[in-house]
């Protein structure tokens, strides 16, 4: 190869046209995947191509930097190249997408020269998965050189597919799918390109002190992409936009992956290209997961009774971290910062604390000291850093000072509000994660992760998280400001589609505690740190199908990004010989439901497994363990036990046969002991794991009237919201003025009476139960903080929002959809009640029709309310009544929904009773009743019923607008008029009167 390079430049200088040669100048190609860089010139301008490994052009990147010392952009001729040189290599991250990274390429170094002689250096490198190279500056007269521009301009193919972030400080931004030539602007790392069948990501690594970090930009021509440096805006105007450096230098690498869709998702190649670990001891980087406040409750740490709450959700689910986020130096309610640090570590949770990066605790030396010296005497591991917004080498030096400080105090560094990865957690291995995402915080600040959050989530594998740790925040199966339509096995799926150094769950504890054994176990025992990650299937948007290890357990992840149902094939062969067990934990019958099955597979095995819309699964494959299974098997008794002191056929009693399957499954297990072989455990596990999720899932006859806990809307019924309540959803603002002409931040509710609440805050207003809070729009009952001076027990009990109605008899599910539920409400008397009056708090539970508590309610995108039955037409007043008294009680509903169910002749729901002998009179014809039996006096004719006082409905419930009674008669119900309460309904011949 060298041999061959040096005859190539020979000729061509002896030819004297060595720019117009039409072979490459040099070229390079990867060690076994044939992917090919070559270096050639176009007009004294050096290009780079990058070919995949069938050949096609990939990227033509043109080559170049302008500084205050040189220009290197035009007028450039070849002056030599040495190698290639062999690159083999292997390190082990302390936690990443694998333990153990082998990579290997071919290296050359390339000088060219400008127009006066000045050489610039080329290091090129073709790895198996992809293409690098930067330039060098040897400048040993040690002068300062300020650079002016970077040349590098990709050229991609413009019939590629594209998905790029517009550009912005804090990289929280769509990665939305563009075609063919795509659009222009300036643009975000990572950038994907896909040409047929071929992916590209562009990036960029190994950013130092000396360099800033740079977007792309193809204003001037939609498929040429030119490295751009830092706006003057970025980093609240601090630090120079132009980088700046003394003596010798060497610019981070670009970074070009190449290949498949697994190449792109299983490459470790920024970090490949990153320096190796300078940190001398890594003990105290310690992966794992962490419980966090803020997604939730936003001032969640300023309360240390809630911040007491996470940490005793990550006691109960084994994770090793809480994170007090902001306004911590706030904190007050029973104790401050120290107290909840002091508390996290009694019970063996690190605890870690936020910081702005702006703040006068971060920004030097001497100030990190300080706060890392406190810190590290209080017992906090971790720390979070915000608000960086910025690319500029002034911040590129900032993240290098703090990620060195911490660790001389052993502390682990989360940068939020920053830059994306650029291989610092190699060089660093206390850097666990950085946020530069559209992640789940997102759900507090408007509305685009409600409608697009799967297919986003479906981009980021692809995209952000190829290059490193990403703090998303995933799982939340409750719900933020904003309601997600993901799926809760999508959520679920999430703990693994993402990968982070530490993983900040977002849901609150009882989102948690409510779901299922075996999701709730995943939960518990999902590992943040990987042994091997392998990409199994899905498209960027569409879907993600990956494949994790960690020891030998395997876990399978596959979220849905498209609102569609999809069929997921999984192929088993990356499994080892052997039997296993295999925990799927899927979509269920609806978004907030899971299937949970158990089976015993091996590597030859195929599955497919259904996805509801923007829905997904988990599987969990391994060898169970006889402790595990005792685990499983306490857990069990223990609901058995519940279960058989409660079977039957009633509502709200366990069914017998479940019940039966779970005390069989029990029994079958009692021979198994320590030294039972693995397949006898894991079939074991597998029966009376089956056998459990299905009583704790399936196993309550359904409840219909409600006392003392909420439930969910009951499937089907008739929504008769807007029938019976003048205000259904999408609630109207009754924003007023003052004086002043200012806008009061709460008005009164239309439609809806409230009673005994109503805060003055001056000039801002009247809180009088409608949340008018900028980006929100839904009824609230309760006070906010700033409030609180105002506030005191006696003058906030029977705090009500509620509307009077009167309705017919029938069955009823009243429920709303709650916005933000404050865990301050569980301190007082809260309730959603139907009452035969207005009642005081104090007597709901004594003379109110059905109640139930708000404690038992999910801030989700679920209705949450009370079932109720009225045996006859009456007036009930209908809504929310509590004692707030609490400084910080609330809760807001985004909607409200008023259900009737039809009435079910075979279970007896209702009160059905025979028709009275005797005759009802049509327009042209008689009806006569005999004994419960109906005959017509014409069974020929048509009867329309124009004046007729009752309707027909069908049995399921449904008005019917002509229905056949016998084979010789039809009824027309088109102008019936119908009267509450009365309906007829013939099944076999048989006429019955039914009051609902």
Same mark, same amino acid.
């Given at each position: 190869?060298?041999?061959?390079?040096?005859?190539?430049?020979?000729?061509?200088?002896?030819?004297?046209?060595?720019?117009?040669?039409?072979?490459?100048?040099? @070229?390079?190609?990867?060690?076994?995947?044939?992917?090919?860089?070559?270096?050639?010139?176009?007009?004294?301008?050096?290009?780079?191509?990058?070919?995949?490994?069938?050949?096609?052009?990939?990227?033509?990147?043109?080559?170049?930097?302008?500084?205050?010392?040189?220009?290197? #952009?035009?007028?450039?001729?070849?002056?030599?190249?040495?190698?290639?040189?062999?690159?083999?290599?292997?390190?082990?991250?302390?936690?990443?997408?694998?333990?153990?990274?082998?990579?290997?390429?071919?290296?050359?170094?390339?000088?060219?020269?400008?127009?006066?002689?000045?050489?610039?250096?080329? @290091?090129?490198?073709?790895?198996?998965?992809?293409?690098?190279?930067?330039?060098?500056?040897?400048?040993?007269?040690?002068?300062?050189?300020?650079?002016?521009?970077?040349?590098?301009?990709?050229?991609?193919?413009?019939?590629?597919?594209?998905?790029?972030?517009?550009?912005?400080?804090?990289?929280?931004?769509? $990665?939305?799918?563009?075609?063919?030539?795509?659009?222009?602007?300036?643009?975000?790392?990572?950038?994907?390109?896909?040409?047929?069948?071929?992916?590209?990501?562009?990036?960029?690594?190994?950013?130092?002190?000396?360099?800033?970090?740079?977007?792309?930009?193809?204003?001037?021509?939609?498929?040429?992409?030119?490295?751009?440096?830092?706006?003057?805006?970025?980093?609240?105007?601090?630090?120079?936009?132009?980088?700046?450096?003394?003596?010798?230098?060497?610019?981070?690498?670009?970074?070009?992956?190449?290949?498949?869709?697994?190449?792109?998702?299983?490459?470790?190649?920024?970090?490949?290209?990153?320096?190796?670990?300078?940190?001398?001891?890594?003990?105290?980087?310690?992966?794992?997961?962490?419980?966090?406040?803020?997604?939730?409750?936003?001032?969640?740490?300023?309360?240390?009774?809630?911040?007491?709450?996470?940490?005793?959700?990550?006691?109960?689910?084994?994770?090793?971290? +809480?994170?007090?986020?902001?306004?911590?130096?706030?904190?007050?309610?029973?104790?401050? +910062?120290?107290?909840?640090?002091?508390?996290?570590?009694?019970?063996?949770?690190?605890?870690?604390?936020?910081?702005?990066?702006?703040?006068?605790? /971060?920004?030097?030396?001497?100030?990190?000291?300080?706060?890392?010296? !406190?810190?590290?005497?209080?017992? =906090?591991?971790?720390?979070? =850093?915000?608000? $960086?917004?910025?690319?500029?080498?002034?911040? /590129?030096?900032?993240?290098?000072?703090?990620?060195?400080?911490?660790?001389?105090?052993?502390?682990?560094?989360? $940068?939020?509000?920053?830059?994306?990865?650029?291989?610092?957690?190699?060089?660093?291995?206390?850097?666990? #994660?950085?946020?530069?995402?559209?992640?789940?915080?997102?759900?507090?600040?408007?509305?685009?992760?409600?409608?697009?959050?799967?297919?986003?989530?479906?981009?980021?594998?692809?995209?952000?998280?190829?290059?490193?740790?990403?703090?998303?925040?995933?799982?939340?199966?409750?719900?933020?400001?904003?309601?997600?339509?993901?799926?809760?096995?999508? @959520?679920?799926?999430?703990?693994?589609?993402?990968?982070?150094?530490?993983?900040?769950?977002?849901?609150?504890?009882?989102?948690?505690?409510?779901?299922?054994?075996?999701?709730?176990?995943?939960?518990?025992?999902?590992? +943040?740190?990987?042994?091997?990650?392998?990409?199994?299937?899905?498209?960027?948007?569409?879907?993600?199908?990956?494949?994790?290890?960690?020891?030998?357990?395997?876990?399978?992840?596959?979220?849905?990004?498209?609102?569609?149902?999809?069929?997921?094939?999984?192929?088993?062969?990356?499994?080892?010989?052997?039997?296993?067990?295999?925990?799927?934990?899927?979509?269920?019958?609806?978004?907030?439901?899971?299937?949970?099955?158990?089976?015993?597979?091996?590597?030859?095995?195929?599955?497919?497994?259904?996805?509801?819309?923007?829905?997904?699964?988990?599987?969990?494959?391994?060898?169970?363990?006889?402790?595990? =299974?005792?685990?499983?098997?306490?857990?069990?008794?223990?609901?058995?036990?519940?279960?058989?002191?409660?079977?039957?056929?009633?509502?709200?009693?366990?069914?017998?046969?479940?019940?039966?399957?779970?005390?069989?499954?029990?029994?079958?297990?009692?021979?198994?002991?320590?030294?039972?072989?693995?397949?006898?455990?894991?079939?074991?596990?597998?029966?009376?794991?089956?056998?459990?999720?299905?009583?704790?899932?399936?196993?309550?006859?359904?409840? $219909?009237?409600?006392?003392?806990?909420?439930?969910?809307?009951?499937?089907?019924?008739?929504?008769?919201?807007?029938?019976?309540?003048?205000?259904?959803?999408?609630?109207? %603002?009754?924003?007023?003025?003052?004086?002043?002409?200012?806008?009061?931040?709460?008005?009164?509710?239309?439609?809806?009476? =409230?009673?005994?609440?109503?805060?003055?805050?001056?000039?801002?207003?009247?809180?009088?139960?409608?949340?008018?809070?900028?980006?929100?729009?839904?009824?609230?009952?309760?006070?906010?903080?700033? #409030?609180?001076?105002?506030?005191?027990?006696?003058?906030?009990?029977?705090? %009500?929002?509620?509307?009077?109605?009167?309705?017919?008899?029938?069955?009823?599910?009243?429920?709303?959809?709650?916005?933000?539920?404050?865990?301050?409400?569980?301190?007082?008397?809260?309730?959603? /009640?139907?009452?035969?009056?207005?009642?005081?708090?104090?007597?709901?539970?004594?003379?109110?029709?059905?109640?139930?508590?708000?404690?038992?309610?999910?801030?989700?995108?679920?209705?949450?309310?009370?079932?109720?039955?009225?045996? @006859?037409?009456?007036? +009930?007043?209908?809504?929310?009544?509590?004692?707030?008294?609490?400084?910080?009680?609330?809760?807001?509903?985004?909607?409200?929904?008023?259900?009737?169910?039809?009435?079910?002749?075979?279970?007896?729901?209702?009160?059905?009773?025979?028709?009275?002998?005797?005759?009802?009179?049509?327009?042209?014809?008689?009806?006569?009743?005999?004994?419960?039996? !109906?005959?017509?006096?014409?069974?020929?004719?048509?009867?329309?019923?124009?004046?007729?006082?009752?309707?027909?409905?069908?049995?399921?419930?449904?008005?019917?607008?002509?229905?056949?009674?016998?084979?010789?008669?039809?009824?027309?119900?088109?102008?019936?008029?119908?009267?509450?309460?009365?309906?007829?309904?013939?099944?076999?011949?048989?006429?019955?009167?039914?009051?609902?």
């Amino acid at each position: 190869m060298l041999r061959r390079f040096i005859t190539l430049v020979v000729l061509a200088l002896a030819a004297g046209s060595l720019q117009l040669a039409a072979a490459p100048l040099a @070229e390079l190609t990867s060690p076994t995947t044939g992917l090919k860089a070559e270096l050639s010139f176009a007009s004294k301008v050096p290009y780079l191509v990058v070919k995949d490994a069938a050949g096609r052009q990939m990227s033509k990147i043109r080559l170049g930097l302008n500084t205050s010392a040189a220009n290197y #952009s035009t007028g450039m001729t070849f002056v030599s190249a040495t190698g290639p040189d062999r690159i083999d290599e292997s390190y082990t991250p302390l936690h990443g997408k694998c333990s153990a990274v082998t990579n290997a390429a071919n290296r050359i170094e390339v000088t060219l020269a400008n127009a006066q002689g000045k050489p610039l250096g080329v @290091e090129i490198r073709a790895y198996e998965d992809g293409v690098v190279f930067r330039y060098k500056l040897d400048n040993a007269e040690g002068t300062a050189v300020t650079f002016d521009t970077e040349l590098t301009t990709y050229q991609m193919p413009t019939s590629a597919h594209r998905w790029l972030q517009p550009f912005n400080t804090s990289y929280e931004a769509d $990665f939305p799918y563009q075609a063919g030539s795509g659009r222009t602007g300036t643009w975000g790392y990572p950038a994907l390109f896909e040409t047929s069948g071929t992916f590209v990501l562009l990036t960029e690594a190994n950013i130092g002190r000396s360099y800033c970090a740079t977007h792309l930009d193809n204003s001037a021509s939609a498929a040429s992409y030119r490295i751009s440096y830092p706006f003057d805006y970025e980093g609240y105007g601090q630090g120079a936009t132009n980088p700046a450096w003394t003596g010798s230098w060497t610019s981070p690498w670009r970074v070009l992956i190449v290949g498949s869709l697994a190449t792109v998702v299983q490459s470790t190649l920024v970090d490949d290209v990153s320096a190796p670990c300078t940190i001398a001891s890594t003990n105290f980087v310690l992966p794992g997961r962490a419980a966090w406040v803020y997604w939730a409750y936003n001032h969640g740490t300023k309360d240390y009774q809630i911040c007491r709450q996470y940490v005793d959700l990550a006691v109960k689910m084994g994770w090793e971290y +809480v994170l007090f986020d902001w306004e911590w130096e706030q904190m007050g309610n029973g104790g401050n +910062v120290e107290d909840a640090v002091r508390y996290a570590t009694s019970k063996k949770v690190k605890p870690m604390l936020w910081y702005h990066s702006n703040n006068g605790k /971060m920004q030097n030396h001497d100030q990190r000291v300080s706060e890392f010296a !406190w810190l590290k005497r209080i017992g =906090v591991k971790g720390i979070k =850093v915000d608000f $960086f917004e910025s690319d500029k080498q002034h911040t /590129m030096q900032y993240f290098a000072d703090i990620l060195e400080d911490a660790a001389k105090y052993s502390i682990m560094v989360n $940068f939020h509000g920053c830059t994306v990865p650029r291989g610092w957690s190699r060089t660093y291995p206390n850097l666990m #994660s950085q946020e530069a995402v559209f992640g789940a915080e997102q759900y507090n600040n408007g509305g685009t992760m409600t409608t697009e959050g799967a297919r986003i989530n479906c981009l980021l594998p692809y995209t952000r998280n190829v290059i490193g740790p990403m703090d998303y925040t995933p799982v939340a199966f409750t719900n933020s400001q904003h309601p997600h339509t993901t799926t809760y096995a999508h @959520e679920l799926a999430l703990s693994v589609a993402f990968e982070s150094g530490i993983q900040h769950w977002a849901d609150r504890p009882e989102g948690f505690y409510a779901l299922p054994y075996e999701a709730q176990l995943h939960m518990k025992n999902v590992p +943040v740190a990987w042994d091997e990650t392998r990409f199994l299937d899905g498209y960027p948007g569409k879907a993600f199908v990956v494949a994790r290890r960690k020891g030998e357990a395997w876990y399978v992840s596959c979220i849905n990004g498209e609102k569609k149902t999809r069929q997921q094939e999984i192929v088993l062969d990356f499994l080892p010989a052997g039997q296993f067990l295999l925990t799927s934990i899927a979509d269920g019958d609806d978004e907030s439901s899971f299937s949970i099955t158990h089976r015993l597979v091996t590597a030859a095995d195929r599955l497919t497994l259904s996805c509801l819309s923007q829905g997904g699964f988990v599987l969990n494959i391994g060898n169970t363990t006889y402790k595990e =299974v005792q685990t499983l098997v306490r857990t069990a008794k223990t609901l058995l036990t519940k279960a058989q002191k409660n079977m039957g056929t009633a509502p709200g009693q366990y069914k017998e046969s479940l019940v039966d399957a779970l005390s069989a499954a029990l029994t079958a297990a009692d021979g198994l002991s320590a030294t039972s072989p693995a397949d006898a455990l894991n079939a074991a596990y597998a029966t009376i794991a089956d056998a459990y999720s299905a009583l704790e899932i399936r196993g309550l006859n359904e409840v $219909f009237n409600t006392q003392g806990e909420s439930v969910r809307a009951k499937s089907g019924g008739t929504d008769v919201t807007r029938k019976y309540l003048s205000q259904a959803n999408g609630f109207t %603002r009754s924003d007023a003025r003052n004086a002043s002409g200012d806008y009061y931040r709460f008005g009164t509710p239309k439609f809806w009476t =409230v009673e005994n609440y109503e805060i003055q805050l001056g000039s801002d207003g009247v809180k009088r139960g409608i949340d008018n809070y900028p980006g929100y729009n839904c009824l609230q009952l309760g006070r906010w903080e700033e #409030s609180a001076s105002q506030m005191n027990d006696a003058n906030h009990a029977n705090e %009500r929002l509620y509307q009077r109605v009167t309705l017919p008899a029938g069955r009823y599910f009243l429920g709303a959809k709650y916005h933000y539920i404050d865990g301050g409400r569980q301190a007082a008397q809260a309730y959603l /009640m139907a009452a035969p009056a207005v009642l005081a708090s104090a007597d709901v539970e004594k003379e109110v029709i059905a109640w139930g508590t708000l404690r038992t309610v999910g801030a989700d995108d679920n209705f949450y309310g009370i079932r109720f039955q009225l045996d @006859e037409e009456q007036e +009930v007043v209908l809504g929310w009544q509590m004692d707030g008294r609490e400084e910080h009680t609330e809760f807001r509903c985004s909607a409200v929904q008023l259900l009737q169910y039809p009435l079910d002749i075979e279970d007896g729901i209702g009160r059905i009773e025979e028709m009275d002998n005797g005759q009802w009179i049509m327009d042209n014809g008689k009806w006569t009743m005999e004994n419960g039996r !109906w005959t017509m006096d014409n069974g020929n004719s048509s009867f329309v019923t124009r004046h007729s006082s009752f309707s027909i409905y069908d049995l399921s419930g449904r008005r019917v607008q002509s229905s056949v009674f016998n084979r010789h008669s039809s009824f027309d119900t088109r102008h019936s008029q119908s009267k509450k309460g009365l309906y007829l309904i013939s099944q076999n011949g048989i006429t019955r009167k039914i009051v609902l």
